[in-house]
């Protein structure tokens, strides 16, 4: 498995910003260095908004040496096209990208985004109130976030696809070329979605880049931030995509009812509403939009404009719900044909048990709650873990002692130290 960040341990001093603001600790620091469990990251993101050092990095793609090729077909998260004030709409952002020797299949997302949002509104129909509400699958961060901390919610995801795999499948089938594709990615979930999907066995996407990197690239060539906004379609749904509400908004237009949604946005959002799901508090609920980031996908940390602004630009462009009557039969068309599809069903991740024979792992597990108990309940990482559970767990799997605990530490120095004074005023039994 690889994740959508990479340490650069020549940056990294050890601080522990970063190992507490995982949401399932799945970062730790072994000398005065920080090693991701690749297995636990979500790719939220949240630990290299933490380093100050910027010792975490997203691990992208080299954009000079894609952009350099004879050919470089890209597609873009829509949070790239509301990046810089002036070409805030997507055809004059192509057209830059055109002029830089790029290809933006931009034609084919709205398409996908269409297809998608109509496929989730059958898929919500359909569905009976016992199996409502269902969970987006647009944010890879928060389908890997339920698959390890909320295994009992997987079954409520949408079988549906990405629609930025989709709108590379619908560009393969209508031109049936086999070109290599680029995504324009926001965060690391994203281009996580390139190096190791989920709900399918290989991404259709074969690079990613962040959105910063092409920002920065084309701003150098020459792209005026200051020129007034050309008017833009107001057929371009797929836009709000990439802020909070966009999705379900989008859906809730191809629904034959009128339904209830929940949208949310920012990582401790996510994990209330998921605990509140959890907890079977959400009844009367039909979807629900979850995003990692604040604000939506235009809050990643792989964007170059500010979330803020980004926000008033996209909030106050108008939007059509409504499609023509050829959009609406081409939507049906491809829905039909289901290329939507997950290929394979979302599954929970398993933990590594502390014990492969069940017997030895609840002896295992009995040991981790008497170290924990014995631990000062601070979480305060400066033994290099995120809390103390996850050192006791550290423990009891061999990687680790209690004494890694600066207070345990200390608290045994004293105990030593206390020994050696009463040796130190006994008297050999000769002298006495």
């Given at each position: ?42 790719d ?64 084919w ?13 059958k898929?919500?129909?359909?569905r ?24 009992e ?20 089938e209508?031109?049936?070329r ?24 290989e ?52 629904c ?45 940390v ?82 290099g ?11 009891v ?16 120095i ?19």
């Amino acid at each position: 498995m690889t994740t959508g960040i990479k340490v650069q341990l020549s940056s990294c001093r050890g601080c522990s910003r970063c190992i507490r603001a995982c949401p399932t600790e799945a970062m730790r620091v072994f000398d005065k260095k920080v090693k991701v469990i690749e297995d636990l990251c979500v790719d939220c993101g949240e630990c290299l908004r933490k380093c100050e050092d910027r010792a975490i990095v997203l691990n992208e793609d080299n954009w000079r040496l894609l952009a350099s090729q004879e050919r470089t077909v890209v597609v873009a998260d829509p949070a790239f096209y509301a990046q810089t004030r002036g070409y805030s709409c997507p055809e004059e952002l192509r057209k830059r990208l055109e002029e830089a020797g790029l290809e933006d299949i931009t034609p084919w997302t709205g398409l996908a985004f269409d297809v998608t949002a109509y496929a989730i509104a059958k898929e919500v129909d359909r569905r009976g109130p016992e199996s409502l509400p269902l969970i987006s699958t647009y944010c890879p961060a928060v389908i890997r976030l339920i698959q390890i901390n909320y295994p009992e919610l997987v079954g409520r995801f949408v079988p549906i696809e990405s629609p930025l795999e989709t709108a590379v499948s619908l560009w393969r089938e209508d031109t049936g070329r086999t070109d290599d594709v680029t995504l324009i990615a926001p965060c690391p979930a994203k281009i996580a979605l390139v190096r190791c999907p989920e709900g399918r066995g290989e991404s259709s996407i074969r690079y990613a880049v962040s959105v910063q990197k092409v920002v920065r690239d084309l701003l150098a060539g020459g792209v005026d931030v200051d020129s007034p906004v050309p008017p833009c379609s107001k057929e371009l749904r797929y836009l709000q995509w990439s802020l909070r509400g966009g999705e379900a908004k989008h859906v809730a237009s191809f629904c034959e009812r009128p339904i209830k949604t929940i949208s949310v946005a920012g990582l401790r959002n996510t994990v209330d509403l998921l605990r509140e799901l959890e907890l079977g508090r959400l009844e009367g609920v039909d979807y629900i939009e979850c995003r990692a980031c604040d604000l939506g996908c235009i809050g990643g940390v792989g964007n170059l404009e500010s979330r803020f602004l980004t926000h008033l630009r996209l909030d106050h462009s108008e939007v059509s719900w409504e499609m023509d009557p050829e959009t609406e039969s081409e939507v049906i068309r491809r829905y039909d044909q289901g290329i939507f599809k997950l290929p394979i069903p979302i599954k929970a991740r398993q933990r590594i048990p502390l014990d492969k024979d069940l017997k030895q792992a609840m002896i295992r597990l009995r040991e981790m709650n008497q170290i924990y108990a014995d631990l000062p309940h601070l979480d305060c990482g400066s033994c290099g873990r995120p809390s103390c559970r996850a050192l006791a767990e550290d423990v009891v799997r061999g990687n680790g002692d209690p004494s890694d605990c600066i207070f345990k530490l200390r608290e045994r120095i004293y105990e030593l130290a206390q020994e050696m004074a009463e040796l130190s005023s006994r008297s050999p039994h000769v002298l006495k």
